[in-house]
């Protein structure tokens, strides 16, 4: 499988992870959801995300849930995986693991004792030393979840110190102005060009982040084909027919990025739409409600609605 690299574009899916009822990975609709993903026309696939309750699973649940994707996908879009990690020997040791299955590289995001700027910057310059010379990695800036807040400055003198990080997983709300920076960095020479991926909900920014410059998305939602069709559209220069897209779609994604509830909303979306044969989640988790799966069944409702006019 081709590695990961600065050029990387399109849409990268953060996948969830397949549970039975019990509470076990269920494999067979590990296999029916990269099947829809690929059919959807994402660019690639990011697992042991966040929203892939990565943090739920065991060391050899990790390993063999990678495995069986990769399987899978057999090389026809790049995977990326996710290897944050409390210490760097299981970093390397997941990250080691992946890539000899067939990854194109994994995601790191700082851990939450960081504070000042220099930890940040000397964390990340030992995750490079880490993970080594061949393995290209995926900076992840989601303060949201790692309490870590990483300003424009801070994160070129990363992409300086580390020529193996060739992505930036944007997730900063507001960013906007730091993707701006970004780009003015890149184009005017006093920073390398890397790819960025933006991943704040299910894309709620997502047409504004591809004008600032984003070269596509890394988020989740049930609906990948709406970020397939926005950034196509973007990428041929009509934006109206993008913001139409993205507007049509935009209710029940505001309703999938609720906190707390968004992954089971997901979930049971992706099991609604026969992807993966249970919506659990694995304890501890939520649990929706009679009222949540009406208000569910009413914007999918809208949301046809929509989508056959611009139609």
């Given at each position: 499988?081709?590695?990961?690299d600065?050029?990387?574009?399109?849409v990268?899916?953060?996948?969830?992870?397949?549970?039975?009822?019990?509470?076990?990975?269920d494999?067979?609709?590990?296999?029916?959801?990269?099947?829809?993903?690929?059919e959807?026309g994402?660019?690639?696939?990011?697992?042991?995300g966040?929203?892939?309750?990565?943090?739920?699973l065991?060391?050899e649940?990790?390993?063999?849930?990678?495995?069986?994707?990769?399987?899978?996908?057999?090389?026809?879009?790049?995977?990326?995986?996710?290897a944050?990690?409390?210490?760097?020997?299981?970093?390397?040791?997941?990250?080691?693991s992946?890539?000899?299955?067939?990854?194109s590289?994994?995601?790191?995001?700082?851990?939450?004792?960081?504070?000042?700027?220099?930890?940040?910057?000397?964390?990340?310059?030992?995750?490079?030393?880490?993970?080594?010379?061949?393995?290209?990695?995926v900076?992840?800036?989601?303060?949201?979840s790692?309490?870590?807040?990483?300003?424009?400055s801070?994160?070129?003198?990363?992409?300086?110190?580390?020529?193996?990080?060739?992505?930036l997983?944007?997730?900063?709300?507001?960013g906007?102005?730091?993707?701006?920076?970004?780009?003015?960095?890149?184009?005017?020479?006093?920073?390398?060009?890397?790819?960025?991926l933006?991943?704040?909900?299910?894309g709620?920014f997502?047409?504004?982040?591809?004008?600032?410059?984003?070269d596509?998305?890394?988020?989740?939602?049930?609906y990948?084909?709406?970020?397939?069709?926005?950034?196509?559209?973007?990428?041929?220069?009509?934006?109206?027919r993008?913001?139409?897209?993205?507007?049509?779609?935009?209710?029940l994604?505001?309703?999938?990025?609720?906190?707390?509830?968004?992954?089971a909303?997901r979930?049971?979306?992706?099991?609604?739409r026969?992807?993966?044969?249970s919506?659990?989640?694995?304890r501890?988790?939520?649990?929706l409600?009679?009222?949540?799966i009406?208000?569910?069944?009413?914007?999918?409702?809208?949301?046809?609605q929509?989508?056959?006019?611009?139609?």
């Amino acid at each position: 499988m081709k590695t990961l690299d600065a050029t990387a574009k399109g849409v990268y899916l953060i996948t969830v992870t397949p549970f039975t009822d019990s509470g076990a990975l269920d494999l067979e609709s590990t296999d029916r959801m990269v099947d829809f993903c690929l059919e959807s026309g994402v660019t690639g696939l990011t697992v042991l995300g966040i929203m892939g309750e990565a943090a739920k699973l065991t060391a050899e649940e990790s390993r063999l849930f990678v495995k069986q994707v990769l399987k899978r996908v057999d090389g026809r879009v790049p995977v990326v995986v996710g290897a944050s990690a409390a210490g760097f020997a299981p970093m390397k040791e997941l990250t080691q693991s992946v890539m000899d299955l067939g990854a194109s590289g994994v995601m790191v995001a700082p851990p939450s004792s960081m504070r000042t700027d220099d930890q940040i910057v000397g964390y990340f310059d030992m995750v490079t030393e880490t993970l080594g010379p061949d393995v290209p990695w995926v900076l992840q800036d989601h303060p949201v979840s790692t309490g870590v807040k990483m300003s424009a400055s801070v994160i070129l003198r990363i992409f300086e110190n580390s020529p193996t990080c060739v992505m930036l997983k944007h997730e900063d709300v507001p960013g906007l102005t730091k993707i701006s920076a970004y780009r003015a960095a890149s184009d005017n020479g006093e920073a390398r060009r890397v790819s960025i991926l933006t991943g704040n909900g299910g894309g709620l920014f997502l047409p504004e982040e591809l004008s600032r410059g984003a070269d596509g998305a890394m988020t989740g939602f049930a609906y990948p084909e709406m970020m397939v069709d926005v950034v196509a559209a973007h990428a041929r220069g009509d934006l109206e027919r993008a913001h139409d897209l993205f507007d049509a779609y935009l209710p029940l994604s505001r309703y999938e990025q609720q906190p707390g509830i968004g992954l089971a909303v997901r979930k049971h979306l992706l099991a609604e739409r026969g992807v993966i044969a249970s919506a659990a989640i694995r304890r501890p988790g939520p649990k929706l409600s009679a009222q949540d799966i009406a208000d569910i069944d009413r914007l999918v409702k809208r949301q046809t609605q929509r989508l056959a006019e611009l139609d």
